[in-house]
């Protein structure tokens, strides 16, 4: 299957999903803006006194009528009356035409990184082929003049440094010489129809916390647990992204499908992976199956997706910066980065620091 034929299969399944519980319509109603929803989760929202579509924001007057939309109702009808078993079918090819283009992706993916690779090694042996000469020009006696010795080890030094610019690795983080690969680093968002209404995020500093009791908590939940989902979506690249969670005396950072459950928690279905600190104990979760870690729970980690491979690893920031528990997975979607705190200990907190380190 083509990824326009795979494109088109989304938009046809997000267009049965209602945007505020995120579940098959129920009693499908469409706004004037032409955004649908399911009428009970509608009615839920104005009855607030919010005059404005969830979506777009356009205002609405004051004398709405929801007027039901009878497309969908017709598809969800069919859906109702056995077109579920079809629709597996469906779903069962273009699962069956995706593992193949997936399949085929990744060879190619691997033949351009092998390539990336190899221009990348003639150009580091070109560099030190050039730089012996130089250098061994360069010494002195070492009896006669060691001040010499000591500038020209210095000039090596610098242009050790330099080359490992050139690789764009970081000062500080020897972590990314056990990538071997470049990684987007990514600056998450949290839009707070994807959180938990205990859970707010301050922008400026870059800081996902727990409410007090007492704060004002006016938005919908998106899940029953208290975690987040943030608003990037990854089905193709490398990606990574740190977190500072020094603040949070239990915490889980992971990835999910956006389809996830409202009362489904990170790591323990089917469709979320993740490492989770929890007293003093740091695990890796998945399907509701915990993998104990030999580690202790570090101050800062850095997630790395790669979803051309289907490798998810957690990685620490601490001391040998060390990886912490990796997961093979065969993506049959994009996914979302994804975490959860531990909500009744107020002030817990994760900083998503703005630039890689």
């Known amino acids: 299957m083509s990824a326009a034929h795979e494109d088109i299969l989304k938009v046809v399944v997000n267009s049965l999903k209602c945007s505020i519980c995120f579940e098959l319509f129920g009693e499908p109603v469409t706004l004037a803006c032409g955004h649908s929803y399911c009428h009970s989760?509608?009615?839920?929202?104005?009855?607030?006194?919010?005059?404005?579509?969830?979506?777009?924001?356009?205002?609405?007057p004051a004398q709405h009528k929801l007027r039901k939309n009878v497309s969908l109702s017709n598809i969800l009808d069919l859906q109702e009356a056995g077109g579920r078993e079809i629709w597996n079918q469906v779903a069962a090819r273009a699962d069956h035409c995706f593992s193949y283009e997936r399949e085929k992706l990744t060879r190619e993916a691997l033949v351009r990184r092998l390539e990336f690779l190899k221009l990348e090694i003639k150009k580091i042996e070109t560099f030190l082929t050039e730089l012996n000469p130089q250098s061994e020009d360069a010494l002195p006696d070492p009896v006669s003049d060691p001040e010499k010795i000591s500038e020209v080890l210095l000039e090596d030094r610098d242009a050790l440094a330099g080359l490992t610019g050139a690789c764009g690795l970081s000062d500080s983080a020897a972590v990314g010489l056990k990538f071997s690969e470049p990684a987007e680093f990514v600056l998450l968002s949290f839009s707070p129809t994807l959180g938990h209404r205990r859970l707010a995020?301050?922008?400026?500093?870059?800081?996902?916390?727990?409410?007090?009791?007492?704060?004002?908590?006016?938005?919908?939940?998106?899940?029953?647990?208290?975690?987040w989902m943030a608003s990037q979506e990854f089905s193709a690249g490398r990606h990574y992204w740190d977190v500072d969670v020094s603040l949070c005396s239990g915490w889980a950072a992971g990835v999910a499908y956006p389809g996830l459950g409202r009362n489904e928690k990170l790591g323990r279905s089917s469709s979320s992976w993740c490492i989770e600190r929890s007293s003093t104990r740091l695990s890796a979760w998945h399907n509701n199956a915990e993998t104990p870690l030999k580690q202790g729970c570090p101050e800062s980690i850095r997630v790395l997706l790669d979803m051309d491979s289907g490798r998810l690893s957690f990685w620490s920031l601490t001391d040998r910066q060390d990886e912490l528990y990796n997961f093979q997975v065969d993506f049959c979607g994009p996914v979302r980065p994804m975490f959860w705190l531990f909500g009744t200990q107020q002030r817990n907190a994760l900083i998503f620091p703005v630039t890689n380190r």
């Open 41 to 60: 989760c509608i009615e839920s929202h104005l009855v607030r006194g919010r005059r404005n579509c969830p979506q777009c924001r356009f205002s609405l």
């Open 201 to 227: 995020f301050v922008p400026e500093r870059r800081r996902m916390q727990v409410r007090s009791s007492r704060s004002p908590m006016t938005q919908n939940s998106r899940f029953d647990a208290c975690q």
